[in-house]
């Protein structure tokens, strides 16, 4: 017989709060059979798929792409083209994160680099009067 686990179990196995499991399960990312006294009972495959969440998420996936994700695993007909798919598509939205990132730390390290962060008042500080500049442009 299969080894169920109760959310509480599943959750200190996971490192994982039981209101996050209940989220889970309440987002169709997990599912639970309930024992004749109502309680949630988990299987072994449910804490493999939770296993399967929690890397997806640490490779910055969504729940709406992981959940997409867990389809694919659970479709015969889909392929590695399919799952390659997504994985290139977040590898882009990274990608433009980082360029945005970038750019934010050009912009700052300029804005930075022009105030001398002297005792004058703020009236003078040119980190200051680039902010209230209204072109983020004259930042650059």
Not at 9 to 19: E, I, N
Not at 65 to 90: G, P, Y
Not at 106 to 113: E, K, P, T
Request: proline share 0%.
């Amino acid at each position: 017989m299969e080894k169920l686990y109760t959310i509480g179990q599943l959750a200190k196995a996971s490192d994982t709060s039981a209101d996050t499991l209940r989220y889970y399960e309440q987002q169709s990312l997990i599912s639970s059979q309930r024992s004749d006294n109502g309680y949630r009972q988990f299987s072994q495959a449910m804490v493999e798929q939770l296993h399967f969440i929690q890397q997806a998420k640490t490779l910055g996936f969504s729940l709406a792409e992981i959940k997409t994700l867990l389809s694919l695993k659970n479709n015969q007909d889909a392929t590695c083209q399919n799952v390659k798919a997504l994985a290139q598509q977040k590898l882009q939205v990274i990608e433009e994160k980082i360029a945005d990132l970038q750019n934010i730390h050009r912009m700052l390290s300029n804005v930075n680099d022009q105030c001398e962060g002297g005792a004058d008042s703020v009236d003078h500080c040119n980190i200051m009067k680039s902010l209230e500049q209204q072109n983020s442009s004259s930042l650059q």
